[in-house]
Each structure stands twice: as C-alpha cells, then as structure tokens.
Nanobody, 127 residues
Framework: QVQLVESGGGLARPGGSLRLSCAAS????????MGWFRQAPGKEREFVAS????????YYADSVKGRFTISRDNARNTLSLQMNSLKPQDTAVYYC????????????????????WGQGTQVTVSS
C-alpha cells in the first residue's frame, strides 16, 4: 500500500504560478506511475499529468501541456507539479495518485486504475 499527502495548493492570479507537492510512503520500491488529477465542483475527475518511476517519462493532458511540468524525486519519494500561466479553468481540487504495476501493464491517464490517492489540495485561480 501507498500513502500520499499533497501540499502547495492555494490562491493564484491568472498568469501566476503554483507548485504542488506530494509525499509518498509505503510501497515506494515497486514499479509505479504517479500522477495528478483534478476535479472541479460538479465536474468529472480529470487527468492532468503522470510520470513513470523507471524513466521519468511523462504524460500530459492537452489542456495543461506547455504550462504544467510534472516531476518526481525517487530518492525522496516525492512528486511535484509546477503550474505556470495559470488560468481560471485550472481551479479545482488537485489529487495525487499512484498506480503499482507489473510488466508494462499500466494506465497513465485513467483515474479508475489508480488505487492510491491523497486527500487533495485546493487550487483557486482568480483575479
């Protein structure tokens, strides 16, 4: 099992930046992919970005590509999301998630395939 704790959310102005962090503990030695998802009130949970442990290959939603950067520090068991050029549409609760897998059987963009989740951190972008 994996425990995840997010931090770094808050209020930003349009065009501003925020950096989210996620601290992982538990079974962090297994093959895994970690990602960020977000959910606005009344909306479906949305994939944001994910990154593989083995080679740091990253996946991004089209809506954040070029603005957000996902990274991870395997030695410190942390996941980060640098969010630049923020837009009001980025307002949501952001969740850190982890997925353990065997072989090449992983699903980088499907929230239903991530069994481990953090508690979420609120990001609000408003002028």
């Amino acid at each position: 099992q994996v425990q995840l704790v997010e931090s770094g959310g808050g209020l930003a102005r349009p065009g501003g930046s925020l950096r989210l962090s996620c601290a992982a503990s538990g079974d962090t030695d297994s093959k895994n992919i970690m990602g960020w998802f977000r959910q606005a009130p009344g909306k479906e949970r949305e994939f944001v970005a994910s990154i593989l442990k083995v080679n740091h290959f990253a996946y991004y939603a089209d809506s954040v590509k070029g603005r957000f950067t996902i990274s991870r520090d395997n030695a410190r068991n942390t996941l980060s999301l640098q969010m630049n050029s923020l837009k009001p549409q980025d307002t949501a609760v952001y969740y850190c998630a982890a997925q353990l897998y065997a072989g090449e059987m992983y699903f980088p963009m499907r929230p239903d395939k991530y069994p481990y989740w953090g508690q979420g951190t609120q990001v609000t972008v408003s002028s």
